[in-house]
């Protein structure tokens, strides 16, 4: 009789629960968009500094990532290192910015140099992932002994990877163009065809991953009648 109201023991109770509850989009998937709201307020402001300045923004938004888990296994708080913290994407405005200005200033291609720095970077982080990082306590927040995103590491790869592509991106591929308008779609609305698909497809996740992207692409349509086009793209 009380199946239902179960949801009312997961409303916040106390300041931190509150915060947790705003800042992981209600437990759910969708604290990408809360953290979008103030990443992209930061890129508002940062678009409109000095190269140096962002270097230096960059800098500690990384530094920032870094100390995290240092500071929650010392103080034994993991929830620092939560997945939804938006301090673990705080890097990417900058580094964007950073990437489009390299690329209008030379010709539309990134420098070696810059990538391999890049690269060399990664893997020093990595260092840090399997040597400082690692702790039982992380156990609590996710299914491995490191962080999930609160690591330098990823920062840095993304970085390369962007880089890497943006320079080798000389014609337009159908597939990926497809990937792009439909990416943010399936994320948004997967969660509620997972159960049912896995029911239909009797727990075989290939046909039920299946079936989730067909639905997915198949709702997308009906969705944009309603969500303004560049929401959902």
């Not at 960059?58 to 103080?75: D, E, F, H, R, T």
């Not at 590491?153 to 991106?169: C, D, P, Y």
Request: charged fraction near 10%; include cysteine.
């Amino acid at each position: 009789m009380n199946v239902g109201w179960n949801i009312l023991d997961r409303l916040p109770r106390t300041i931190e629960e509150t915060i947790s509850f705003i800042a992981s989009g209600g437990h759910t998937v969708f604290y990408f968009f809360v953290s979008l709201m103030p990443l992209t307020a930061a890129a508002h402001l940062a678009c409109r500094l000095g190269t140096r300045q962002l270097i230096v923004l960059l800098s500690l938004a990384v530094a920032v990532i870094g100390v995290l888990p240092i500071l929650s296994i010392g103080l034994d708080a993991s929830y620092l290192c939560q997945f939804w913290n938006p301090l673990n994407f705080l890097p990417y405005p900058f580094a964007a910015i950073l990437l489009f200005r390299l690329l209008s200033y030379h010709e539309n291609k990134i420098p070696k140099r810059i990538v391999a720095i890049v690269l060399g970077a990664a893997i020093l982080g990595m260092l840090l992932d399997w040597t400082l990082y690692v702790n039982v306590m992380f156990f609590e927040i996710a299914p491995f002994a490191i962080p999930a995103y609160t690591r330098p590491s990823l920062v840095f790869l993304s970085i390369a990877v962007f880089a890497i592509v943006l320079t080798g991106a000389k014609r337009k591929y159908g597939c990926i163009e497809f990937m792009a308008a439909n990416s943010l779609a399936v994320y948004c609305l997967h969660p509620l065809f997972v159960y049912p698909s896995m029911r239909l497809a009797h727990g075989n996740k290939i046909v039920a991953l299946a079936l989730v992207l067909a639905l997915c692409w198949a709702t997308r349509p009906v969705v944009e009648r309603f969500v303004r086009k560049d929401l959902i793209e």
